[in-house]
T-cell receptor, first 115, second 110 residues
């Protein structure tokens, strides 16, 4: 089954404790992206990647890191989480021709709470 | 002004009715427009792209008005299963980034 998976689905952590949210897709998509979704705001892009070893900042990259060592995986790293990073996070992927202008397939989301 | 604005709703609509909502965007250079659907606490899923000439997919019709910089979504013969939040999406100055509206919540009542 074609899908994007994220882990963990739910996470409660404390300020300053490094964490990684994994994202994996099995559709051989080149383009992958991370978003956060907060009440009253639209999805905001954190980072995106056009292909392996190619990443770029989105609109709200501060406090986050990403890597793209393999085509299927695009982990999101919070080196020192803070309460303002409490949010619902989505990973998405799509084919390169057009990047996100093609249909984006989203993971199920990770609900992160930073105390 | 937000780059993409939507009425948050909720729109409470009886089953079988027709409902329409708009989304305005600020970047006149935007070329790509989409409607995504998001069920409560779930991931967004593409509903339809919006083409310049307008397009229809079953009960759903999307239109683009470049002069007034808005896109619209019309749902005919609404079903209970149409209850969801509808997200308007527009490409930014970069073709590899999208700007998302905060969504319009639709509730279809029996």
């Amino acid at each position: 089954e074609a899908q994007v998976t994220q882990n963990p689905r739910y996470l409660i952590t404390v300020t300053g404790k490094k964490l990684t949210v994994t994202c994996s897709q099995n559709m051989n998509h080149e383009y992958m992206s991370w978003y956060r979704q907060d009440p009253g705001l639209g999805l905001r892009q954190i980072y995106y990647s056009m292909n392996v070893e190619v990443t770029d900042k989105g609109d709200v990259p501060e406090g986050y890191k990403v890597s793209r060592k393999e085509k299927r995986n695009f982990p999101l790293i919070l080196e020192s989480p803070s309460p303002n990073q409490t949010s619902l996070y989505f990973c998405a992927s799509s084919t390169t021709s057009g990047g996100p202008l093609n249909e984006q397939f989203f993971g199920p989301g990770t609900r992160l709470t930073v105390l | 002004r937000k780059e993409v604005e939507q009425d948050p709703g909720p729109f409470n609509v009886p089953e079988g009715a027709t409902v329409a909502f708009n989304c305005t965007y600020s970047n006149s250079a935007s070329q790509s427009f989409f409607w995504y659907r998001q069920d409560c606490r779930k991931e967004p899923k593409l509903l339809m792209s919006v083409y310049s000439s307008g397009n229809e997919d079953g009960r759903f019709t999307a239109q683009l008005n470049r002069a007034s910089q808005y896109i619209s979504l019309l749902i005919r013969d609404s079903k209970l299963s149409d209850s969801a939040t509808y997200l308007c999406v527009v490409n930014s100055h970069s073709n590899y980034q999208l700007i998302w509206g905060a969504g319009t919540k639709l509730i279809i009542k029996p």
